[in-house]
């Protein structure tokens, strides 16, 4: 399974976790400042953002690191 980095609502803000820690790395008071830290964690562990809305609907992935469906070249 793929690193994944979740940006989630929390009652006291916006959390930052890791796939497969029990705890979040920090909670953030806004969501641009947590999807912000979350996007360098990561670039810096190749990995995927996942972002989720105050309901729980996931409204962003980016992966930045090996993307398993690459885009096709136009060449």
Request: aromatic share 6%; proline share 8%; hydrophobic share 25%.
């Amino acid at each position: 399974m793929p690193k994944q980095i979740w940006v989630s609502p929390r009652s006291n803000g916006w959390a930052v976790k890791s796939s497969g820690s029990p705890r979040a790395s920090k909670i953030y008071s806004t969501k641009s400042e947590a999807i912000k830290a979350g996007r360098q964690q990561a670039i810096n562990n190749h990995a995927e953002l996942v972002s989720q809305k105050r309901n729980g609907q996931i409204n962003l992935k980016n992966s930045y690191g090996n993307d398993p469906m690459p885009p096709k070249d136009k060449d």
